[in-house]
């Protein structure tokens, strides 16, 4: 258990529809990212929050929104949803900005999004 | 643009036999590299990492080498055991001060340790 919850853990919705992730990171960490998994694909970099605010953007389309809350709990918004949206997508956390001096980020088990 | 590469999208060993799992990189402003490992079902899991000031990072039965003039690292397993069967993904970060300050995952490479 690495600590960081996701919920839901399924969802299934239609096309044009939107949806909210949500992400607690373990308790103290104060950074939070998003990476998508779409089928046999590699973790692709959404955005990352640090103590509430968004420090790093990756490939995050605009229809995808993120914030992190005064509680550092995070949610993921994905919207006028498509087919290719379908995917893995995994939150994780870190107590630094980056993590990069240890480098460990600590994943959840991921929301699997289908839309059909 | 993909910064991180993994060219083996899978990779089968007996167990007993070391596996050597690679990764390419093309940034050279990265400066710290990771080995996550996943399981089906799970959220990856952090194994090993190496910092740029290093060449070789040893924990167990994983080392991870880095050749920086190349921009290549590799992971080796030794002896490679059943429970090793995961997929396995490279990634590197940045330095807070550059613009590249968020971690690049690879696409994974699936291990399969055979008996």
């Known amino acids: 258990d690495s600590g960081v919850t996701q919920t839901p853990k399924h969802l299934i919705t239609a096309t044009g529809q939107r949806v909210t992730l949500r992400c607690s990171p373990r308790?103290?960490?104060?950074?939070v990212y998003w990476y998508q998994q779409s089928l046999d694909q590699g973790l692709q970099f959404l955005i990352q929050?640090?103590?509430?605010?968004?420090?790093a953007k990756g490939n995050i389309l605009e229809r995808f929104s993120a914030q992190q809350f005064p509680d550092l709990h995070s949610e993921l918004n994905l919207s006028s949803l498509e087919l290719g949206d379908s995917a893995l997508y995994f939150c994780?956390?870190?107590?630094?900005?980056?993590?990069?001096?240890?480098?460990?980020?600590?994943f959840g088990e991921g929301s699997r999004l289908t839309v059909l | 643009d993909q910064q991180v590469k993994q060219n083996s999208p899978s990779l089968s060993v007996q167990e007993g036999r070391i596996s050597i799992l690679n990764c390419d990189y093309t940034?050279?402003?990265?400066?710290?590299f990771l080995w996550y490992k996943k399981y089906p079902a799970e959220g990856p899991t952090f194994l090993i990492s190496?910092?740029?000031?290093?060449d070789k990072n040893e924990d167990g039965r994983f080392t991870v080498f880095l050749n920086k003039s190349a921009k290549h690292l590799s992971l080796h397993i030794v002896p490679s055991q059943p429970g090793d069967s995961a997929v396995y993904f490279c990634?590197?970060?940045?330095?807070?001060?550059?613009?590249?300050?968020?971690?690049?995952f690879g696409s994974g490479t699936r291990l399969s340790i055979r008996p």
């Open positions: 190496i910092s740029s000031i290093k």
């Open positions: 940034n050279s402003m990265f400066d710290y």
């Open positions: 994780a956390s870190s107590p630094r900005l980056a993590g990069w001096d240890t480098g460990e980020l600590f």
């Open positions: 929050y640090y103590n509430g605010e968004e420090r």
């Open positions: 308790s103290g960490d104060l950074s």
């Open positions: 990634a590197a970060s940045a330095p807070l001060d550059s613009s590249a300050s968020k971690i690049i």
